[in-house]
Each structure stands twice: as structure tokens, then as C-alpha cells.
């Protein structure tokens, strides 16, 4: 489960020139801390680790179109399993177009990653490209059409483990009805093409409905329901399901907020397995002052593996985290979290727990 996400202070920009539209941000932050299970197995080891990492971001708000991008460099090290470190670039791109008729972006990111994958319990370590443009039209009075198109690829830089890297391409389709000022409703169709570094590949169609916006009195957020079925290829199986994901936010009060997220999709995995996927997330924040806060939160989750090596697997999770922030000023933030992991499979080697405790500084200028 991710852990609730705390907004950066917006701190004065390091360099601001061309009358202030253009801004570059430096960001630093160093990490330690302990992880009991750092491969996500039955026997992973634990161990301590060190993470830091130094990012410049640049943005333009300037014209028709607004402009953001990144550079970062994050470095990790681990005191007992000193093979298992890592020195991972990554960048992104962001243009977006917020005036005039057709409003939309365009998002293009690529970086290196390395973790531990639950579902083949090892540490893998990959490249990760993604290309995106989203787009939105106001048909008529009430009524507006939303469309995207995208490209991901997950190439495992080692694969003598077994791993496939994938390709994913993906299009959808929205059409938008005002219901009034402050809701939307819609429903939508996407198609996702899925294939492997192999010779297996699968399709997914899904038509989904939902609303956006104010949900209830203090409830904000999107939600959308549906339902999708995945072909695959050469097998010719086929697999049908619900599908959803919502993400919600309740202000409890000024200094208390609750946000809630779901989603169930198929998914596949670096062993080529097809699963069908369930998962739920609370998260809460109170807010003391302007200099301290306290987060914390819980999810739950199914995994259904429905074709390939991991056929009949179920796993189930439960995981809880909590911790405390602060903020000395627009330039300096801390923080402590402890979270705890615990999954239940029928396959013996993904039967574990993890427990980590992590530090964190971050300055921004």
C-alpha cells in the first residue's frame, strides 16, 4: 500500500527568470532505515538500507501551453547485501494545455527501478518507459468527450530469473455528462494490448460508467465501475470480471482528512501470469499546526492468478502504516513512518510478512 501522500511546501523557486514564468526547483532528500524482508519472500533477509536522492525540476507557465519536466538521480545502498544497491536516473515530461475548446496533456517519462515484486518474491531491477497524450472536447451545452492513448514498456535488465519484460498499449474513450456544477457523470470504453518478451499476449476490452466531482456532502473524488474481459494469445483463454477504481476524499474537518482508494483490474506479471486483482486503501491525515502532522493508514487486498506458471494461486495482503511529519519551513521537511506488510498465499514461498521503520529528509529550493 502506498503510504498517504504529504504535499511539498511550495518553496520560492531556486532560479526564476523570463518575468517569473519559468522556474527550476532543486530537491534533495536522504533516507535510512530498516526492512525485516527486503525480498518480499518466505526467508527474505532483512537488512538496513540508505537511500538519497537529488532531483532539478523545471516548469513554464507561460503562453498556451504549460510545460514541466524532471531530472533525478536516486541512489540506494544496503549494509548486509551490498550487491543489492543501486544508482537509478529517471526523467519526465509534462505538456499541458488548460485554455481554449480542446484541453488535454502530453507525458513522457522514463527511469530505472529496483525492488522487491511480491508476486515472483525476488528484487528485480528494470527500465521503465511511458509515453501518454489525453485530450478533452465540449461536444455541446452539457456534453464533452475525453480520449487517450498510451505506450508503457517494463524492460527487466536481468532476465536469466525467469522475468518477461512487456509491452502495453492502451486507448480509451469518455463521454461526459454535466449533471450540474459540481458533478460529473460519464461512462467510457478502453482497449489494452498486453505482450510479452515472449510469445504471449493478451487483450482486454472494458466499458465502465461512473461520476466525478462531489460525490456526497463532503466526499469528493471519481469513481468508475464496470466491466472487462481479457483474451489471450496463443491460449485462446478467456477471462471475464468486474472492474473498478475510485479514489475519494473526505474532510472530516479543516485539520482531518480520510482518502479512500479502490481498483480491481487484470493485470500481468514479470512470469507471464494473468491476474485479476483486488484492492482497497484508507488513508487519514490530521494536521496540527503548520509545522507538525500525523498520517496513517490501512489496505487490503486479493490476487487471483488465472493463467500461466502461477495458475490457481491466491494471495491475500494486509498492510499498515503510520507516521509523523515536519516541517520547519517552505525548504526542509522530516518525517518517520513505520508500515507493516503481511500476505497469505497457497504458494508456499509467498508467505511472508515485512516490518520497515524509514527516516526521511527532504530540502527543496
Known amino acids: ?122 528484487r528485480t531491477d528494470s527500465l521503465n518507459y511511458n509515453a501518454g497524450l489525453n485530450l478533452k472536447y465540449p461536444v455541446i451545452e452539457r456534453y464533452s468527450i475525453a480520449g487517450s492513448v498510451g505506450y508503457g514498456l ?48 493478451s487483450t482486454d476490452h472494458s466499458i465502465t460508467a461512473g461520476i466525478s466531482g462531489k460525490i456526497l456532502a463532503k466526499l469528493k473524488g471519481n469513481v468508475r465501475v464496470g466491466y472487462q474481459i481479457r483474451q489471450e494469445t496463443p491460449s485462446g483463454q478467456t477471462f471475464g470480471s468486474i472492474t473498478s477504481s475510485a479514489s475519494t476524499t473526505w474532510s472530516v474537518s479543516k485539520r482531518f482528512t480520510l482518502t479512500g482508494t479502490l481498483s480491481k483490474d487484470f493485470s500481468t506479471t514479470a512470469n507471464e501470469s494473468s491476474v485479476d486483482t483486488l484492492s482497497f486503501n484508507l488513508d487519514a491525515q490530521y494536521v496540527f499546526n503548520d509545522h507538525w502532522s500525523v498520517y496513517s493508514g490501512l489496505g487490503v487486498g486479493e490476487s487471483q492468478f488465472l ?32 508500515s507493516y506488510f503481511q500476505n497469505w498465499s497457497n504458494r508456499s514461498n509467498s508467505n511472508f510478512d515485512r516490518n520497515s521503520f524509514t527516516l526521511n529528509l527532504t530540502s527543496r529550493w
Request: charged content about 15%; overall charge negative.
Open 1 to 122: 500500500m502506498a503510504l498517504i501522500q504529504l504535499s511539498t511546501p511550495r518553496a520560492s523557486a531556486l532560479l526564476k527568470f523570463n518575468d517569473g514564468h519559468d522556474e527550476i526547483f532543486v530537491t534533495g532528500s536522504v533516507s535510512v532505515g530498516f526492512d525485516s524482508n527486503i525480498f518480499a519472500s518466505k526467508n527474505g533477509g532483512g537488512d538496513i538500507f540508505t537511500n538519497s536522492s537529488l532531483a532539478v525540476e523545471y516548469n513554464r507557465h507561460a503562453g498556451l501551453i504549460s510545460v514541466n519536466g524532471e531530472v533525478a538521480w536516486n541512489i540506494g545502498s544496503f549494509q548486509s547485501n551490498p550487491g543489492e544497491g543501486f544508482a537509478n536516473p529517471s526523467m519526465s515530461l509534462e505538456f499541458v494545455k488548460n485554455n481554449g475548446r480542446t484541453t488535454g496533456s502530453a507525458t513522457f517519462s522514463a527511469s530505472r527501478e529496483s525492488q522487491a515484486d511480491p508476486t515472483v518474491n525476488v
Open 307 to 338: 493463467s500461466g506458471s502461477d495458475t490457481g494461486r491466491q494471495d491475500y495482503y494486509f498492510t499498515w502504516s503510520s507516521g509523523i511529519s515536519y516541517s520547519l519551513n517552505d525548504h526542509f521537511k522530516a518525517s518517520f513512518t513505520y
Open 154 to 201: 517494463l524492460d527487466y535488465i536481468d532476465n536469466s530469473a525467469g522475468l518477461s519484460d512487456l509491452s502495453t498499449y492502451t486507448a480509451s474513450a469518455d463521454l461526459y455528462y454535466a449533471y450540474n456544477s459540481k458533478r460529473d457523470l460519464f461512462v467510457g470504453y478502453r482497449i489494452r494490448q498486453s505482450e510479452s518478451s515472449t510469445t504471449s499476449s
